[in-house]
């Protein structure tokens, strides 16, 4: 199993170290256009083995051609956001760099699995797809993950317990038109509706939206990296050991939820194929109605980054 990881930032170095202690890849390979950036953090890296008690080599490179053969990449490369930026603000810039990577992979790893994560998140993931031609099921995008597990957190705090303790989901589009959906969210196994007022759920749920750009705002240089790094690195396990976790993931919707033809924060199973399945929940009228304009939203946008790599 070769796992590639396309930027030596923050983001990707966390990402390749979490894959490489995990110890289940043959090899994690970091790429990176910055001269010696990659193989002086590959160096580190492979130094901690005997400390951390692992054995999964990381190769640093500036050359595609180390990444040939690779079974997941996962593309982190782009600008960050800078305090006041929204999402879609970086669109031109990581429009050229994304696309330059999908034509890379999809001479060098034809076959590989392809998680985005690079912003503006639904446009890149849609952009990479156009891009290299590689199946849509092959092609998805990190977002889901995050925006729930930052969901979690903000329950958990209101609600005085656990962030192990709160189940929760959160779809649609990473930005404005994000939708946590309160109906699924149990707190020690209670709905959140008897836990806490409305008036706080409602504030979560902003709170959740604006989950990034209060990262950004504090960091004042760069945006975070530990949690999506995790979440990152929780959907390629499942792809890469054939897991079929179900796992909100940035995926082409085809019908489900009476959506179609767009790349949309939805449930997914996820295997060594991609995406498996797209598992369709209960959602509240609300929810639905929020969900489907997302997908508008989303689909608009993806629209405008055709042309733009």
Request: glycine residues 10%.
């Amino acid at each position: 199993m070769k796992i590639t990881v396309i930027g030596a930032g923050k983001y990707g170095s966390t990402l390749v170290e979490k894959i490489a202690r995990a110890d289940y890849a043959d090899e994690v390979v970091m790429l990176d256009v910055v001269e010696g950036l990659p193989q002086g953090l590959a160096l580190d890296m492979n130094q901690a083995r005997p400390i951390e008690r692992y054995v999964t080599p990381v190769t640093g490179t500036n050359d595609y051609r180390d990444t040939a053969g690779s079974d997941v990449v996962v593309v982190t490369a782009g600008k960050p956001r800078k305090p006041g930026m929204s999402r879609m603000d970086l669109i031109n810039d990581n429009a050229q760099i994304v696309g330059g990577v999908a034509r890379e992979i999809a001479q060098s790893s034809p076959d590989a699995v392809v998680i985005v994560v690079s912003n503006p998140l639904d446009e890149m993931t849609a952009l990479f797809q156009q891009v290299s031609a590689f199946p849509h099921q092959r092609v998805m995008g990190q977002a889901g993950m995050l925006d729930t597990a930052r969901f979690q957190d903000k329950v958990a705090a209101a609600a005085g317990t656990s962030p192990l303790s709160v189940e929760a989901i959160t779809l649609g589009s990473h930005g404005d038109t994000m939708v946590p959906v309160p109906s699924k969210v149990t707190v020690d196994g209670k709905p959140l509706g008897e836990v806490l007022d409305q008036a706080t759920i409602d504030e979560i749920v902003d709170a959740t939206r604006n989950g990034g750009a209060e990262v950004v705002a504090l960091l004042k240089t760069g945006s975070a990296y530990f949690a999506p790094a995790s979440a990152a690195a929780r959907m390629v396990e499942s792809v890469a050991k054939d897991q079929g976790g179900v796992m909100p993931t940035c995926a082409w919707v085809t019908g489900e939820y009476g959506i179609r033809d767009v790349y949309l924060g939805v449930p997914t199973r996820l295997s060594r194929a991609g995406v498996d399945e797209i598992v369709e929940i209960d959602l509240t009228e609300a929810e639905l109605t929020d969900l489907r304009q997302a997908a508008e939203a989303v689909r608009s946008k993806q629209a405008d980054v055709q042309g733009l790599a």
